[in-house]
């Protein structure tokens, strides 16, 4: 596996770190400090970090001072926020966002402004009791600013887009350690390579972006039994094209496994597991839904009417942290042929080592975009989970690579970066990005990072 900073990079000394200390308000771990393991534990528990050393930044001025610092030492800077990415911190300067954690919903613009600490849960309280809401994923469990700076694919995705598209301004500290307010019209430039480069050239600080009005929606999920997938899967490729994009909706086959968090009707049983979320209302989402649930006959249906604050019951994401494995590709269309495919790698007869196996429907919103790098040929989606104890190691990355890689014919120009494994786009950047698009962030890297310190796995360099 690609390790995320400098081979060989010298060990810091003890005045190095105590110039850190003093250059920062937040707190500063060495790598023997007993706290830098509590540190950087996040959800996702396959990653072993092993930092040169460790800050907690509490402001942008933190963040700053810190990649000044490590810009000296010769070092490279990695970020972690919640811990749901992918990206082992070794031999890096890692900075901890989580302390960044200030919220402010204003109603009368429906904006809101988030620290880079803060989770879709934060947001989705502070915004619910106005009937607003942001563009969350899957789960309200996710950092914002990692999850935005990847794209960002929604349950509103078809009516609304990328959560990227409703970034207004971005308080970010670029690779020179300078503090730069950025927006659509100050520098385009910077504004579309943060919106779809994560931290390839800064580590971004504080959000502003627009809210949408959510008062009530129709939304949940139907599962049927393993005999019951192939009949699911058919029926919702050639069902999800004609919805109105005020209907987003999933597709999964489900892994469930045989533990007491899971619901007992569900354990240790695979599943085909429908995700619905309807912007209208739930006579209309009745009727939308009605194909599908004639299909077959449900093991669990839950769709209903709901307000927004319950979003997470429409995916079920799991809420406790456990080491995984992820990758996807987007989809440039997605036919009959495809979800057999889909059927053939990761059907209920294929014995494989893999929670979750989704298809996602987007176009809509979601291609007429303008702003980031979020590409906009891209229909479907397909995005596979696998959990990385030591005995699968080695298996999982190879079993999801190959689910990916039997969708190759129908894929997208590229994948947004959040759902393709970041040490694939380090082997393959062209994974994530276009020619022109890795031309531009170069140009950015020039003029922002000049000294190579931000991005170092993620750009392949």
Known sequence: MTELGVPG????????????????????????DVGLVTELAGFNLALEHAPLAVVGATSAEDIAAAVRWAAGQGVRVGVLATGHGDLAQRGTLAITTRRMDRVHVEPATRRATVGAGVKWARLV???APYGLAGLNGSSTDVGIAGYTTGGGVGPFV???GYASDRVRRVRVVTGDGEIRDVTAASDPELFDVVLGGKDAVGIVAELEFALIEVPRMYGGGL?????????????????????????????AILRAPDVESVPAPL????????????????????????????????????????????????????????P?????????????????????????????????????????????????LAPRDARFMVGVVGPLVPALREVVPAVARGVVEALTPWAASRTGLNWVNPYAVAARPELAWSPVERRRIEAVRRRVDPHGVLGAVRLGV
């Open 9 to 32: 990079a010298a060990l810091a000394t003890d005045a190095a770190l105590a110039a850190l200390r003093g250059a920062v308000t937040g707190p500063v771990f060495g790598p023997d």
């Open 125 to 127: 309280e502070a915004a």
């Open 158 to 160: 078809r009516k609304y």
């Open 223 to 251: 599962m049927w039994g393993a005999a019951d997938i192939p009949a699911v899967l058919r029926a919702w490729q050639e069902w999800a094209p004609t919805l109105p994009e005020e209907m987003t909706t999933s597709v």
């Open 267 to 322: 354990r240790g049983r695979t599943l085909a597991h429908l995700r619905v979320a309807h912007l209208g209302s739930a006579d209309e989402g009745r009727a939308l839904l009605g194909p599908m649930r004639a299909v077959a006959t449900p093991v669990m249906d839950t769709v209903d009417e709901m307000s927004y604050a319950a979003i997470d019951a429409v995916h079920m994401d799991p809420t406790d942290p456990m």
């Open 324 to 372: 995984f494995w992820a990758d996807g590709c987007f989809l440039a269309d997605l036919d009959a042929d495809a979800v057999d495919a889909v059927l053939a790698a990761a059907g209920p007869q294929q014995e494989i080592p893999l929670i979750l196996v989704e298809l996602r429907h987007l176009a809509g919103a979601a291609e007429r975009g303008t702003r980031g």
